[in-house]
């Protein structure tokens, strides 16, 4: 299903060039997490998205995708993700998840985030927790990530990020399992695949200057999803929440490289006890 072939590392230059467009893509989603209140739509967040883009010399890459036209994928309450920028009016409450991407001198950026529209006073306890959750998972797939090491390692971790969740907050999360993160480079979806779950392989070896966006995806129920009539916008089955955490990561000999954190996930990988390693 995913594939056996040798990966391809970045060189020195192109992981530069990367971190240009990884850094746009992040001070974006920090400039709109700003502004995502209630009374809001989602077609605003989008407008501003995109001049803060072009003003800052780069392409909204998800405009290069064939038939869609926005520079966001705003995904509120049961929409995973694809979710299409529009009219919606965002109300407290909602779970807005934010996926942005950003084209740099012919390299790319792509990043998610999820945030309780209104803030923690606004929120539903069970999705704060299911925030935390998904949140925790990505970083702990992204630490399981190192030179030599196996691709699909980065499942497995998110898995167990998730198993462990699910047992301390006394739920049932779901990960979704037909969408997965990807290769990223000159392209903002490249192979190979990445799964968010424990598969039977272990997958190829990840070379120095690996470069791969990891997004897992989960649910307050479960792992079932449907597209919308618009032929983009992926809902859960049974109605419940979901969650849509992202980053582009760069895998080098001296350790991790976060290149869609501002910071350059200093703090986060730290924090997971994975070394990090920004490229000079």
Not at 7 to 26: F, K, N, P, S, Y
Not at 31 to 47: H, S, Y
Not at 225 to 240: E, N, P
Request: with cysteine.
């Amino acid at each position: 299903m995913f594939g056996r072939r040798k990966l391809q590392g970045r060189t020195h230059d192109q992981l530069l060039l990367m971190r240009e467009a990884g850094l746009l893509v992040g001070r974006t989603l920090e400039m709109l997490e700003g502004r995502i209140v209630p009374g809001v739509t989602t077609a605003e967040l989008d407008r501003l998205a995109e001049d803060f883009i072009r003003s800052h010399g780069g392409i909204p890459n998800f405009q290069l995708v064939p038939g869609y036209s926005h520079t966001l994928c705003t995904s509120v309450n049961d929409e995973v993700v694809h979710g299409i920028p529009g009219s919606r009016v965002l109300e407290a409450g909602d779970v807005l998840s934010v996926d942005c991407g950003a084209e740099v001198n012919g390299w790319n950026g792509d990043a998610a985030i999820s945030v309780v529209v209104g803030g923690r006073e606004a929120a539903r306890p069970e999705d704060l927790a299911l925030i935390a959750a998904t949140q925790a998972s990505l970083y702990a797939g992204i630490a399981a990530m190192r030179v030599g090491g196996r691709l699909y390692a980065v499942g497995d971790a998110v898995e167990a990020s998730i198993d462990a969740a699910s047992e301390r907050d006394g739920r049932s999360y779901g990960i979704v399992d037909e969408y997965v993160g990807h290769g990223i480079g000159t392209e903002m979806h490249m192979d190979p695949q990445i799964p968010n779950y424990a598969v039977a392989e272990s997958g190829p070896k990840l070379p120095a200057g690996f470069t791969g966006a990891i997004e897992p995806m989960v649910t307050l129920g479960g792992t079932a999803t449907k597209v919308l009539a618009d032929d983009w916008t992926v809902v859960t089955a049974d109605g419940t929440r979901a969650c849509h955490w992202e980053h582009s990561v760069a895998v080098l000999p001296e350790g991790l490289w976060i290149l869609t954190a501002i910071d350059g996930g200093q703090a986060a990988l730290e924090a997971s006890g994975a070394a990090y390693a920004p490229v000079a």
